[in-house]
């Protein structure tokens, strides 16, 4: 079955950064869009950043000239570089893998990433 499982969180300081893994295994189906999401506790879930399989990429207003997003099509793995890091990244960030169709759409179980000011 299809697995899509997210690494690297942790703890960092304020200004420090981090790297995330999005690794998706068991894909039967061809992935447009990988891309990562964050939760904080007691907001909804935004977008991050997503890239298409054809290399296009959209990153959410909070988090433009600080993170970038990057892809390895061949090994269906999708990488998030956190840089300038604040407080307010604090949250739990979701790799999703989606295809064309609608309900082709699989997220992992997220990793922490905790920024301490």
């Known amino acids: 079955q299809v697995q899509v499982v997210e690494s690297g969180g942790g703890l960092v300081q304020a200004g420090g950064s981090l790297r995330l893994s999005c690794a998706a295994s068991?894909?039967?189906?061809?992935?447009?869009?990988m891309g990562w999401y964050r939760q904080a506790p007691g907001k909804q879930r935004e977008l991050v950043a997503s890239m298409t399989t054809g290399g296009s990429i959209n990153y959410g207003d909070s988090v433009k000239g600080r993170f970038a997003i990057s892809r390895d099509n061949a090994k269906n793995t999708a990488y998030l570089q956190m840089n300038s890091l604040t407080a307010e990244d604090t949250a739990v960030y979701y790799c999703?893998?989606?295809?064309?169709?609608?309900?082709?759409?699989?997220w992992g179980t997220g990793t922490l990433v905790t920024v301490s000011s």
């Open positions: 999703r893998v989606s295809g064309n169709g609608a309900g082709v759409d699989y």
């Open positions: 068991g894909v039967f189906f061809p992935i447009n869009v």
